[in-house]
């Protein structure tokens, strides 16, 4: 799959960004050239590669364990140890510029 001029002006009026001309063929020149290194990625025999949490050992602390074991210090079960109460309202409004007494007044930001 190639990206297009087109392709890259849709995205970027998606984006809300103006681009120049020169910055649309540059653009373009590398999202292909990223794809063509993806590609070339795809053609390796990946079969019989472990999967692996990362891709260097430097961040492993036990380098006697194996696999995701040796990164299990970065993860932690999900368990909510009692919940907080919210900040109050009225709090949370006291120093904003512009508040209607409910919500934040904040400027437009969308024009379309």
Do not use: C, H, W
């Amino acid at each position: 799959m190639k990206v297009t001029d087109k392709d890259v002006a849709y995205v970027a009026d998606l984006a809300n960004l103006e681009l120049s001309a020169g910055e649309r063929t540059a653009m373009v020149r590398d999202l292909n050239s990223i794809l063509g290194y993806i590609d070339k990625l795809n053609q390796l025999d990946t079969s019989n590669v472990e999967p692996m949490a990362q891709v260097s050992d430097r961040y492993g602390i036990d380098q006697g364990k194996q696999g995701s074991e040796r990164f299990s210090y970065a993860t932690r079960d999900d368990i909510v140890e009692g919940l907080r109460k919210s900040l109050p309202q009225e709090v949370a409004l006291q120093n904003a510029p512009d508040a209607d007494g409910t919500f934040f007044r904040v400027p437009k930001v969308i024009e379309r």
